[in-house]
């Protein structure tokens, strides 16, 4: 199987929108969801800082070493780093975050028990250890299907202050993100790529889409 679960002494945690201890950022997006099921420690989805970090599946070495720029330069201005546990942008922004000794959330498109990739079975531990955690709105069986996806993605920005995509192709899903962060009023920024690059087509579309909402990543401070 590609797919593993987080199980052993871990143990999931259900909290509802009615909890005090419910993340108060994802408590004010349209369409909250009304359970979370948390694998970890609850307090890294209510920092007083988060941002989003995401991007492609297929990324490149550029759009990897950037991730690994931005993650811990977040780690150093005192924020938790948001993301998906995915291949390739998402993967390297968790681990990025780690090494720097910081806190980092990943939500997942499915149920605990069949969502999260095999291949990540050491970076999910990792997150668990560094008092992270691995959140999702779907209980622990729940297969991931095309449509959990783009759900999952209102929570990943809702979570957070801000999102950043690191390379996102033309209808990349993390654009889908992107576009949940302006719609839930948070920021959103876009790193550019080479203008003829297939992995930043869809981060500089989006720019020049929503020029004035959405801004544009120039340095790392």
């Keep these: 199987s590609r797919r593993y679960a987080v199980r052993a002494e871990r143990r999931l945690r259900a909290v509802t929108a009615e909890e005090p201890r419910y993340p108060v950022r ?41 991730a690994g720029k931005i993650a811990p330069a977040l780690v150093t201005a005192e924020a938790a780093v948001l993301s998906g546990l995915a291949y390739g942008i998402d993967g390297s922004a968790h681990e990025a975050a780690v090494r720097a000794g910081g806190i980092t959330a990943a939500v997942i498109g499915g149920g605990h028990a069949t969502a999260i990739p095999a291949d990540h079975r050491r970076l999910a531990r990792a997150i668990l250890d560094a008092d992270g955690a691995i959140v999702s709105e779907l209980a622990p069986d729940v297969e991931p299907t095309r449509g959990t996806f783009p759900r999952r993605n209102r929570i990943i920005s809702g979570l957070s202050d801000a999102t950043v995509v690191v390379e996102a192709p033309a209808r990349s899903g993390a654009l889908v993100t992107a576009s949940w962060a302006l719609e839930q009023g948070r920021g959103c920024f876009l790193v550019p790529g080479a203008f003829d690059a297939p992995a930043s087509a869809g981060c500089l579309a989006f720019l020049r889409e929503f020029h004035g909402e959405a801004r544009l990543v120039a340095g790392i401070p």
């Design 26 to 66: 994802l408590r004010s997006i349209a369409m909250p969801p009304h359970v979370l099921f948390v694998l970890g420690d609850v307090e890294a989805l209510d920092r007083e800082r988060a941002t989003a970090v995401v991007g492609t599946r297929r990324a490149t070495t550029w759009g990897r070493t950037a």
